[in-house]
Nanobody
């Protein structure tokens, strides 16, 4: 089973940037499609970005498209989320998640990437706080 550990969260002013990292062990991220979810108090956890390798297809929730970039480095067994032009509403706990590619085609991933049940493994989360 793959273990996921997030890092890189912190506090930043609106308009700033952060890069958060998901480090995997016990398995290879190349065997999974990967995603970042976030949760804000009082709200349901939502999918923010996802990547499907091979091919490198990516998906984003509309509220972050054009500002966030998800990437994956198989040689480092790591997934990143580069966040630019951050807004206070981006604040929350960010979770890394992995779903097995062997069980999900690219077509299904494209439609269902935001469904939590599609992900078998989760990290503990890293906090991002954006102040106005």
């Amino acid at each position: 089973q793959v273990q996921l550990v997030e890092s890189g969260g912190g506090s930043v002013q609106a308009g700033g940037s952060l890069r958060i990292t998901c480090s995997a062990s016990g398995g290879s991220v190349s065997d999974y499609y990967m995603a970042w979810f976030r949760q804000t108090p009082g709200k349901e956890r939502e999918g923010v970005a996802s990547i499907y390798i091979p091919g490198g297809s990516t998906r984003y929730v509309d509220s972050v498209a054009g500002r966030f970039t998800i990437s994956q480095d198989n040689s480092k067994n790591t997934v990143y989320l580069e966040m630019n032009n951050l807004k206070p509403e981006d604040s929350g706990t960010y979770y890394c998640a992995a779903g097995p590619r062997s069980h999900t085609s690219g077509g299904i991933w494209y439609k269902a990437w935001q469904h939590e049940v599609r992900y078998n493994f989760w990290g503990q989360g890293t906090q991002v706080t954006v102040s106005s």
